[in-house]
């Protein structure tokens, strides 16, 4: 079982919400960014100031997803075997804030976030293929 408490809990299913959700977000930014060099090279400039932006924003963005059940939509609490603290998940059964709550995250932090990093992979893997048709033609 939990044994530290309820705020220790909320602090700890804080942190795995905002760090799990700024790494997806971190990747999938970085993954953008390949794909803009790689892809687009006209756009594809990046200066330092545009990085300290993108990472604010992986941040910001992971932020708001894990304060939303310390602002109550959603709800933290003890894992299923109560060992550990996360997003609880049973709330959703008989709480309509919680299971939109939860709805939001799925889309927003992992369909969208992997929508793109498989999108921005595509597109790289189509551009070398093309280059490499390219280079072998000459």
Not at 8 to 36: E, H, K, P
Not at 44 to 52: A, E, S
Not at 100 to 125: E, K, N
Request: glycine share 6%; net charge positive.
């Amino acid at each position: 079982r939990w044994l530290y408490g309820k705020q220790i809990c909320l602090f700890y299913a804080f942190c795995g919400v905002l760090f799990g959700i700024c790494s997806l977000s971190t990747l999938t930014l970085l993954s953008t960014v390949c794909c803009l060099k790689i892809c687009f090279p006209a756009y594809g400039k990046l200066m330092k100031k545009h990085g300290q932006i993108l990472i604010a924003c992986a941040w910001t963005y992971a932020a708001i997803f894990a304060c939303s059940p310390l602002a109550h939509w959603g709800e933290y609490g003890a894992e299923p075997y109560g060992t550990a603290c996360c997003i609880d998940w049973r709330s959703t059964n008989v709480n309509a804030v919680a299971m939109s709550y939860v709805v939001a995250l799925f889309v927003f932090c992992f369909i969208l976030p992997c929508g793109v990093i498989v999108t921005s992979y595509s597109l790289i893997l189509v551009t070398v293929k093309e280059s490499r048709k390219a280079v072998e033609q000459h």
